[in-house]
C-alpha cells in the first residue's frame, strides 16, 4: 500500500496529482481582429440573439469610435453607427445596454459640451439618437460617464467619472420615455465617500451598489433618497489602492475585483456583506510571474461560479509585451465557496491578442471577451474560449 497520491513503478516513485491531473489553460482563440474600421475596444460584449454587440473608442470614418457587430454564426463584423466625434458623442469606453432591441450606451467625450452623452442606437436601421449631452466641465449633472448603464424597471442608471457639486462624478438615473437625467448623488459630499467612479452599478433590493476607482471605496445609493453609504473603504483600510471593477451578486453577497496598485499589480477576488460591509478575499492572486495577475474587469456570476479576466500574467511566456515576465494575460474561474482559482486560458506568443479587456459574456458552453490591442493590425480583436 501507498500513501495517497503516490504510486510506485518499480525503484521510481511517482506523484500523481490526485486522481486526475489538472488541466492546462487552453488558448484562446482569435475570432476577428479590428482594423482601421473599428479598433481599440475598451468595454466587453453583449449577446443579443447570437450577434454580439460592443463599442470601439476609436476607428471609425471619423477615428471617433464605432458601434458595431459581430455574428457568431457567420464570423463576419459590421460597423452598425460610426461616431463623428461632434454632438453626437465621441470615444465610448464601455459596454451597451440592449433595451427592446436598441442598443444604449454612453460615450466619454463628444456632446454639445465636449463631456460626453448618453446615446442609442438602432441595429436594425443604424441610426443614432443623441439621447442627452452631459453639461459644462462641473456641471451638477455629471461629465465624462465611462460606466456601462443598467436598465431598473424601465429607468436607466449610470455614473460620471467627473462633475457633480464637487467635480468628484456622480451616480444619476436616465428616463429614455422623457429624455429628463437627474442627478441622484455626487461624490465628494462627504469626506471618504469616494471619487471618480467608472464601472457600472449593480440594483438589488431597491438599491445601487458600486465602487470609486479613485480613493476606492464600495459603495450604496438609494435612488429614491439620494442618499449615500459607504459600504467599505479600501482606501482607509489600505487594502487596494484600485477598485475598477463593479460588483457581481451571488445569492445575496457581493463579489468583486480590485488590483493593490500599478507598481503591484497581483490583485485579489473579494467578497462584500451589503449588509454589514463587512469584506473577505475570496482568492489573492499569487504575483508568481507565470500566474495571472492584475484584474480590473467585472465578474461573470454562471451557477454560482465567478468567470473573469487579468490583463496581465498567466503560463504563456508573452516577449512581445513590454511586461514580458508576466504574460499577456489570462481567462479565469474561481469558486466563491472554497477560494479555488483556475486558470482556464493564457494569451501568449502563440495568440496574437495580449490583454483581455473588459468582462466576459456566455453564449452556450463558449465565453467571448475583447482584448485592446493585439490582432493583425495591433488595435484589438474579438476572442473565444470553451
Same mark, same amino acid.
Given at each position: ?19 486526475a491531473?489538472?488541466k ?14 473599428a ?20 476607428g ?8 458595431y ?20 458623442g ?26 460626453g ?36 424597471g ?7 467619472s ?7 462624478? +456622480?451616480? $444619476?438615473?436616465?428616463? %429614455?420615455? #422623457? !429624455?429628463? &437625467?437627474?442627478?441622484?448623488y455626487? =461624490?465628494?459630499? *462627504? ?25 476606492? +471605496?464600495? $459603495?450604496?445609493?438609494? %435612488?429614491? #433618497? !439620494?442618499? &449615500?453609504?459607504?459600504?467599505?473603504? =479600501?482606501?482607509? *483600510?489600505?487594502?487596494?489602492s ?30 462584500l456583506?451589503?449588509?454589514?460591509g463587512a ?11 507565470f ?12 451557477n454560482?461560479?465567478?468567470y ?10 508573452c ?21 479555488k482559482?483556475t486558470?482556464?486560458?493564457a494569451?501568449?506568443d502563440s495568440?496574437n491578442?495580449?490583454?483581455p479587456i ?29
Open positions: 500500500m501507498y500513501p495517497t497520491g503516490l504510486a510506485s513503478i518499480g525503484l521510481l516513485t511517482v506523484l500523481v496529482a490526485g486522481t491531473c489538472a492546462a489553460p487552453i488558448t484562446p482563440t482569435t475570432l476577428y481582429s479590428f482594423g482601421s474600421n479598433s481599440h475596444p475598451l468595454g466587453g460584449v453583449i449577446n443579443v440573439g447570437g450577434t454580439l454587440y460592443g463599442a470601439t473608442s476609436a471609425g470614418s471619423a477615428n471617433d469610435g464605432t458601434v457587430a459581430y455574428d457568431i454564426a457567420t464570423n463576419t463584423e459590421s460597423v452598425v453607427y460610426a461616431f463623428l466625434g461632434g454632438t453626437d465621441a470615444g465610448p469606453v464601455c459596454e451597451l445596454l440592449n433595451v427592446g432591441g436598441v442598443l444604449w450606451g454612453t460615450t466619454a467625450s463628444g456632446g454639445a459640451n465636449n463631456t452623452i448618453i446615446f442609442a442606437v438602432n441595429p436594425a436601421t443604424g441610426a443614432e439618437t443623441v439621447a442627452y449631452s452631459f453639461a459644462a466641465d462641473g456641471g451638477a449633472d455629471g461629465a465624462y460617464p465611462q460606466a456601462a448603464l443598467i436598465n431598473v424601465g429607468i436607466l442608471y449610470g455614473t460620471t467627473e462633475g457633480g457639486h464637487f467635480n468628484a462624478g +456622480t451616480v $444619476f438615473s436616465f428616463d %429614455p420615455a #422623457t !429624455g429628463v &437625467e437627474t442627478p441622484i455626487a =461624490f465628494g459630499t *462627504n469626506e471618504g465617500d469616494g471619487s471618480f467612479p467608472t464601472a457600472p452599478l449593480l440594483s438589488l433590493n431597491g438599491l445601487l451598489y458600486g465602487t470609486t476607482y479613485e480613493n476606492s +471605496t464600495a $459603495f450604496v445609493v438609494n %435612488p429614491v #433618497t !439620494g442618499t &449615500e453609504q459607504v459600504l467599505y473603504s =479600501f482606501e482607509a *483600510n489600505m487594502d487596494y484600485s477598485t475598477a471593477s463593479g460588483l457581481t451578486n451571488i445569492d445575496g453577497m457581493l463579489y468583486g475585483a480590485a488590483r493593490i496598485s500599478e507598481s503591484d499589480p497581483d490583485g485579489f477576488i473579494y467578497s456583506n451589503p449588509t454589514t469584506l473577505g478575499t475570496v482568492y489573492g492572486f499569487s504575483g508568481n510571474k500566474a495571472p495577475a492584475s484584474p480590473t474587469a467585472g465578474l461573470l456570476a454562471v454560482g461560479m465567478l473573469g479576466t487579468t490583463e496581465i500574467g498567466g503560463s504563456k511566456s516577449h512581445p509585451r513590454p511586461r514580458a515576465a508576466h504574460g499577456c494575460g489570462t481567462v479565469f474561474s474561481v469558486n466563491p465557496a472554497t477560494g482559482q486558470e482556464m486560458a494569451f501568449g495568440v491578442a495580449p490583454g473588459g468582462p466576459l459574456v456566455k453564449v452556450g458552453k463558449t465565453f467571448y471577451g475583447v482584448t485592446a490591442s493585439g490582432g493583425t493590425a495591433q488595435v484589438g480583436s474579438i476572442y473565444s474560449v470553451k
